[in-house]
């Protein structure tokens, strides 16, 4: 999708033959996925509104038993905490959300129950290459051993990066994770550690750089010349990682990418959309 | 609210912070208060979307828990066939929903829960009122003492009418509602059977005129010169019912302006539109 997915657009009118998305997350206000899609829905021409809807975490399995009663429900896309607990929750996950264990999509099987994905890590990857930057075949450097982290290195795998070095400020979880794409991907032997070769691609995967005062996730003094330096945050748009990135003259990549790309991804999911190969 | 019902309004964009307000039937394709409700929110400013929401009867209950559990979720209409079971689930029942034994609007309660409430038989007496038909000191024949049937009898007894007959074709019913109407409404003693006083007023609220090939729910040739004929169908717009009266020069009043005068009642409800006196 790309830039596709700010362009202009007129979203179609609710009525009562409307079909039903939704997104469910804890906050819900910020999301971006409601505006972005009904603007899809409106150049597509399909008669459906995707909604925000807040579900605290506690409320999660009643919430999702009562969006699967409503029968014009079709899709769900999940976000910020519920991703993990969703993943017990459908009933089936697909492998890229098992090997992740959390899912961030879910569309309707034809017997009945929920199938749920994650595309977090593929659109992250696509989003890198609709900017011309291709994985495989490259190193990258990791930073974030968390959610999004997980999903970005599962994915990283599975487009055919060559290295992958993995840091988190919980050194644990940066082996743990590392441990985990090894036994899901064995042609790639991830590393672990606070010190980290050269790579091609310095990835933020941690939530820092949200606010202003955050120490910055990782040293860009230290990166090799040319590293493109990506950033998962989306708010701010430009990050100081970013900032400092780009005054020293590095290449950089912006959180917006990944979830612009992601629309494609589960527009196709749910079947709006022929699936990209 | 009456022409305004029609009037053009764009509704608002959705978006994250978008609020929610659901209309929960089986089917509900056919609902016009997605439609209705939406061009409201776009005139009043208000950021919020009504949506509709298919819930089969067996899932009512799984259903109205998972939507308790949406929190930018405001209210709920409630159409056919829950509003009597709704009623039952609902934590908090206001008066007329309680004579009714139904309701069709449902808000949060400040200390949590639902309070609901029954508005088809005002914005059917609004409806009358809004095209100059004053009810109060009038007299009426009521056919059908269903749910349609049931919130119009308490509806005129609350607006003062001063003679109703209520006929059903399962007889017992009439009699069942005319005895609630008078225990409710001690001011009032509802008659019922299958012969009519003429009156002023006579009102179909049975389903009878959806289809072209349903029976006359009464007999337009039996009633007196000037009496006002009202349908509650809203489809087809004009019933063989009151193409029949007009054709005999009989005042007529369309099922449409019961919703349309709804509307205003419901958004009070909902605190959107100052309650009217």
Request: aromatic residues 4%; neutral net charge; hydrophobic residues 50%.
């Amino acid at each position: 999708m790309g830039e596709d997915a700010d362009g202009v657009g007129v979203a179609m009118p609710v009525d009562g033959a409307t079909r039903l998305y939704a997104i469910i997350g804890c906050p819900i206000a910020q999301a971006r996925s409601p505006a972005v899609f009904n603007r899809l829905f409106g150049r597509l021409g399909v008669p459906a509104v995707l909604v925000p809807v807040e579900i605290a975490p506690a409320d999660l399995a009643i919430g999702l038993a009562g969006l699967t009663a409503i029968a014009n429900l079709d899709g769900i896309i999940v976000t910020v905490p519920h991703k993990p607990r969703m993943a017990a929750l459908a009933d089936a996950v697909a492998p890229m959300g098992q090997r992740v264990g959390a899912v961030n999509a879910l569309r309707r099987r034809p017997q009945g129950g929920w199938l749920a994905d994650m595309f977090d890590g593929r659109g992250f990857v696509a989003g890198l290459a609709g900017r011309g930057h291709a994985v495989a075949g490259r190193s990258a450097l990791l930073v974030g051993a968390g959610g999004a982290g997980s999903a970005i290195a599962f994915a990283l795998a599975e487009a055919g990066i060559a290295r992958l070095h993995i840091r988190d400020i919980a050194p644990e979880r940066a082996v743990a994770l590392a441990r985990r794409v090894a036994d899901a991907c064995p042609h790639l032997r991830p590393t672990a550690g606070p010190q980290a070769e050269p790579a091609d691609i310095a990835i933020n995967a941690t939530p820092l750089g949200m606010a202003a005062e955050d120490p910055l996730p990782l040293d860009v003094q230290a990166l090799a010349p040319g590293t493109l330096v990506v950033d998962v945050i989306m708010k701010p748009a430009r990050t100081r990682l970013l900032a400092q990135a780009e005054a020293r003259g590095l290449p950089t990549h912006a959180g917006r990418h990944m979830l612009d790309a992601q629309v494609d991804a589960i527009a196709g999911f749910f079947g709006l959309l022929p699936p990209r190969s």
